[in-house]
């Protein structure tokens, strides 16, 4: 069940990433954050001020791992469900995407990405257990 629900959380925050990598397009925002606030990938960075570098490499990442994820919900969506083998893919990619956008961050950044990261987690936790 826990290996479900950190899947399920991976596979969200994939999708909320790849939303904000799609949105930034070649101008990135002054703040980590989505268009209007939304997304995980919005959310991830939220309150994290990047420098032009960061946000180039932020940028970088995400293109380097958006069309891994984009064939994985493609053959989700091909058989309506996603597998467990199919989210354990989608959650190995976010593991990696964060740890990488994670590095190139500062100490306080990271602290504040830390801290964005695990309210996420809570904030589906609460919602699958709300909805159960």
Do not use: H, W
Not at 41 to 60: H, Y
């Amino acid at each position: 069940m826990k290996v479900i629900r950190i899947a399920t959380l991976a596979a969200a925050l994939c999708v909320g990433m790849t939303t904000v990598a799609a949105a930034q397009g070649t101008e990135p925002q002054g703040q980590g954050e989505a268009r209007g606030g939304r997304g995980m990938g919005g959310m991830i960075l939220k309150d994290i001020t990047l420098t032009d570098a960061q946000k180039a490499q932020v940028k970088t990442i995400r293109d380097k791992y958006v069309p891994q994820q984009m064939e994985l919900r493609k053959a989700a969506q091909a058989t309506g469900s996603m597998d467990d083998a199919t989210r354990a893919k989608m959650m190995d990619l976010q593991t990696k995407q964060a740890a990488e956008i994670r590095a190139i961050l500062t100490a306080d950044q990271q602290t504040q990405f830390d801290k964005n990261l695990a309210e996420m987690k809570a904030r589906m936790d609460a919602r699958r257990n709300g909805s159960s």
